[in-house]
């Protein structure tokens, strides 16, 4: 992550810094040191952990950087646009994303504005709103030192990884981005989620670890406008409930439950493709089932409830942890977390100590799993928006 602080609005009428080299199909510029393809002259791709999907993306010269196709003055975008310069005047701050917004037109501008009126349907006035809000908050809130922060072991290690996965059916990118939220690594309820600012700032740091895979600074592939195909610049969300008592939930765990839904609603549209329950009891099952009857058909192709944990390789792919039935490794081997206290942050490390999940363990627990079926009670809706 950029070391460089955010500039606040007084200041982002200055041109945004141009992005280092990417390692996907196309860049803003090109080191003389970088080590480049014989026939196209562009940087090589990293096959390492940690760097950003290789995404389709138009030609473009080193000197121009990516171009956006081009729109008229009743698109939305360019309206949203004509905007910007008074957002960021009254939110003071100018950063998503990683991304340094200004008023010049510029195409990684446009990227962080079309997320927004999509997430509203075009409508320019509920994007502008959302956009200022979203700015005000990442200005006191200040999400991305989240990533660099130092969390107590106790009770964060081993409950959330980012992965990186190749080959994901019927996706439109080489490699995304899939982050692991493990609540059966939750040992006491209470010591996690009692202090609420404590948990939102873990849980946004693992949100924008995610986002930093995307490495939007380096995206070279427009967004298609709403309605019109997929993002290309989102993540997959796995939540794994091996071993969660679904009796009860946690009044501590309820209340961290909603701040991060309405905190996620908020200010982070259009980061999530799909999300997958897995190792959800079979009655919890028949009741995902059901309220899917209730829900819009964007909001049910998003989601899958799976009863067992392998079965989330047939949704993505071999490219999964062996714990999910793929053929990648242990989830604390192929995932990176965020920093705990005695461990830096690795990638192909967990930083989780005991509380680590292992793969040879996770399977064998499934059996006790299903003695629990036929008590599980919780409530689906909350389930359906966590995130």
């Not at 080590?35 to 121009?64: C, H, K, M, V």
């Not at 202090?195 to 700032?201: I, S, T, V």
């Not at 509380?355 to 629990?372: C, F």
């Amino acid at each position: 992550m950029s070391s460089e602080e955010p500039k606040s609005a007084e200041t982002s009428e200055d041109p945004a810094p141009t992005a280092n080299i990417s390692n996907s199909q196309s860049a803003d510029a090109k080191s003389p040191n970088e080590p480049t393809e014989p026939t196209t002259g562009r940087p090589r791709r990293s096959t390492q952990i940690g760097e950003p999907p290789a995404l389709e993306a138009p030609p473009f010269t080193p000197a121009t950087g990516p171009v956006w196709p081009e729109i008229d003055d009743q698109h939305p975008l360019f309206q949203l646009e004509g905007s910007i310069k008074d957002v960021l005047r009254e939110a003071d701050y100018d950063e998503v994303y990683g991304i340094r917004l200004d008023h010049s037109g510029a195409f990684h501008n446009k990227l962080i504005l079309q997320k927004f009126l999509r997430a509203n349907a075009n409508d320019v006035s509920k994007a502008r709103a959302q956009l200022l809000e979203t700015l005000k908050w990442r200005k006191e809130f200040q999400p991305l030192k989240c990533v660099e922060e130092v969390f107590s072991r106790e009770r964060f290690a081993g409950l959330g990884y980012v992965t990186l996965v190749d080959g994901v059916p019927d996706s439109s990118n080489k490699t995304d981005v899939v982050t692991f939220n493990i609540y059966g690594a939750v040992k006491d309820p209470k010591f996690t989620f009692e202090d609420l600012e404590g948990f939102l700032r873990w849980r946004v740091g693992l949100m924008e670890l995610g986002i930093q895979k995307m490495n939007l600074k380096k995206a070279s592939t427009a967004i298609p406008d709403f309605g019109k195909g997929p993002d290309p610049y989102q993540g997959i969300q796995v939540h794994d409930y091996l071993n969660v008592k679904f009796l009860s939930m946690d009044a501590h765990a309820k209340a961290a439950s909603q701040k991060a839904v309405e905190t996620f609603k908020q200010y982070y549209p259009e980061t999530l493709s799909r999300k997958f329950f897995v190792n959800v009891p079979r009655v919890m099952g028949w009741m995902f089932g059901a309220i899917r009857l209730v829900l819009s058909k964007e909001t049910i192709q998003k989601f899958t409830v799976l009863t067992y944990g392998k079965d989330l390789a047939g949704e993505l792919g071999n490219g999964v942890p062996e714990e999910y039935g793929g053929k990648a490794g242990s989830l604390d081997s192929m995932g990176e977390t965020l920093r705990v206290e005695g461990e830096s942050r690795a990638v192909g490390t967990a930083a989780a100590g005991d509380s680590k999940v292992e793969g040879e363990k996770v399977q064998d627990k499934v059996e006790d799993k299903k003695s629990e079926d036929k008590d599980a009670n919780h409530n689906v809706n909350e389930k359906l928006a966590d995130s």
